[in-house]
């Protein structure tokens, strides 16, 4: 295992989480602060931190983990997108651009979990 990329890999994963709490709780990805649909999000952390503990933690399980967690954000923002949830105030441009950034946040952080099992 490589145990740089590893690192490297999980703390992408966490600051991808943390800043993905701190903006659905603080300003709100979808609608503004408050709004109820931004408890989706909490359905994507609880993906990624369900599948670390079945992986134990282990490079390749965790980049599953990861990879799933990708998944689950990009069903929050298809959902959110289809029911036209926070409009007015978050337009389709704003919540495409906000959760392709934590969709790309997590599968790179899986991409890195998967480098770290082969190194």
Same mark, same amino acid.
């Given at each position: 295992?490589?145990? !740089?990329?590893? @690192?490297? %890999?999980?703390? =992408? /994963?966490? %600051?991808? #989480? ?13 609608? @503004? ?30 980049? @599953?983990?990861?990879?799933? !967690? %990708?998944? +689950? *954000?990009?069903? =929050? /923002? +298809?959902? #959110?997108? !289809?029911? *036209? ?11 495409? =651009? ?8 997590? /599968? ?8 770290? %099992?082969?190194?």
């Amino acid at each position: 295992m490589n145990n !740089t990329m590893y @690192r490297f %890999a999980a703390g =992408v /994963a966490i %600051a991808a #989480a943390l800043i993905l709490v701190w903006l659905s709780l603080g300003v709100g990805i979808i609608g @503004r602060d408050g709004d109820p649909a931004n408890l989706m999000y909490f359905g994507v952390l609880a993906v990624g931190i369900i599948g670390s503990f079945i992986a134990r933690f282990r490079p390749r399980g965790m980049s @599953r983990a990861l990879f799933a !967690t %990708a998944l +689950t *954000q990009t069903s =929050v /923002a +298809t959902i #959110a997108l !289809t029911a *036209q949830l926070g409009y007015p105030w978050s337009g389709p441009l704003e919540l495409t =651009v906000l959760n392709g950034f934590f969709i790309a946040l997590f /599968a790179g952080s899986s991409w890195l979990f998967r480098r770290a %099992a082969h190194g």
